[in-house]
Nanobody, 126 residues
């Protein structure tokens, strides 16, 4: 069982920045590829960014490419999402998620992730 805890959300003006954090309670992310998703009111949960199964690559949704950066600490206990040049359309609840690396699965599909955090609200005002 992996418990994920997000933090760092808040209210920011358009053009501003936020950094989200995700901690795996009591363990490292070993054995899992980490990602971020978001869900705006009335919309489906959508992929934002993630690491590849071997951890050597990162992937981003086209809508955030060049503005958001996913990273992790050396100890592999915390994953970050640095969000720059925020836009009102980035407003959503952001979720950290973990998928097992021992099976092949599409990284952009929410159903392929095994564990989820509770989410953190990001609101970007215009």
């Amino acid at each position: 069982q992996v418990q994920l805890i997000e933090s760092g959300g808040g209210l920011v003006q358009a053009g501003g920045s936020l950094r989200l954090s995700c901690v795996a309670s009591g363990r490292t992310f070993s054995g899992y590829a980490m990602g971020w998703f978001r869900q705006a009111p009335g919309k489906e949960r959508e992929f934002v960014a993630c690491f590849s199964r071997d951890g050597g690559s990162t992937f981003y949704a086209d809508s955030v490419k060049g503005r958001f950066t996913i990273s992790r600490d050396v100890a592999k206990t915390t994953v970050f999402l640095q969000m720059n040049s925020l836009k009102p359309e980035d407003t959503a609840v952001y979720y950290c998620a973990a998928r097992r690396i021992d099976r092949r699965s599409s990284y952009y599909i929410a159903g392929n992730y095994d564990y989820w955090g509770q989410g953190t609200q990001v609101t970007v005002s215009s």
